[in-house]
């Protein structure tokens, strides 16, 4: 089945620095890939969605300047996390389309500013 | 405004004790109604997909039925393995729209 590979698993970063996560879409091309954060019992909220050699899309209220995504292949989609702040610590995660009606989702990253 | 609404919030059931979730929703030219397992940190891991009303669709344990208004995923004798949070989702407009989840504890 398809796998989408999500790297790093978890990541702790000193305020103010900015942090990469990456998205591989491993046995398949993904045209559209999507990033979802999720806080403690809560569910996934969009926040983006990856178009491969165009600009995201982002949902209301999601600042593209401090997210920025780059979906550069057909098998590669990475969010930055610019100048994070601890209110930017969530679980984050990817995925991506593997047929007209299929998704699968990556193994999320912990993202932790201290 | 589109929503998925998912009861109950958490559910605990003893091994062999068989129950369901439920999944209200009310999303404008819905294409298909998802249903994902999520462990704690990591992501959802795909279940099923039902594109019309009336379908259902069964894996092992688990079956999962679509009705015009909501979807159930029933757990027959469930076992500690099936805890995890189950997540259902709407899809439309190449978007999916999650609910916020049931959580399910199975103990011995």
């Known amino acids: 089945g398809a796998v989408v590979s999500q790297h790093p698993s978890w990541v702790i970063c000193k305020s103010g620095t900015s942090v990469k996560i990456e998205c591989r879409s491993l046995d398949f091309q993904a045209t559209t890939m999507f990033w979802y954060r999720q806080f403690p019992k809560q569910s996934l909220m969009l926040m983006a969605t990856?178009?491969?050699?165009?600009?995201?899309?982002?949902e209301q209220g999601v600042e593209k300047d401090k997210f920025l995504i780059n979906h550069a292949s057909l098998t590669l989609s990475t969010l930055t996390v610019t100048s994070a702040h601890p209110e930017d610590s969530s679980f984050y995660i990817c995925?991506?389309?593997?047929?007209?009606?299929?998704?699968?989702f990556g193994s999320g990253t912990r993202l932790t500013i201290v | 405004e589109d929503q998925v609404t998912q009861s109950p919030e958490a559910l605990r059931l003893q091994e062999g004790e068989s129950s369901s979730l439920n999944c209200s929703y009310t999303?404008?030219?819905?294409?298909?109604l998802f249903w994902y397992r999520q462990d704690p940190g990591k992501g959802p891991e795909f279940l099923f997909t039902?594109?019309?009303a009336g379908e259902e669709k069964e894996k092992e344990r688990l079956k999962a039925t679509l009705t015009k208004k909501e979807s159930f995923l029933h757990i027959t004798a469930p076992k500690p393995e099936d805890s995890a949070t189950y997540l259902c989702?709407?899809?439309?407009?190449?978007?999916?729209?999650f609910g916020t989840g049931t959580r399910l504890q199975v103990f011995p």
């Open positions: 039902l594109y019309s």
């Open positions: 990856s178009n491969e050699g165009s600009k995201a899309t982002y």
């Open positions: 989702a709407g899809y439309n407009t190449d978007k999916l729209i």
């Open positions: 995925s991506a389309k593997d047929s007209p009606y299929g998704y699968t």
């Open positions: 999303v404008s030219g819905l294409r298909g």
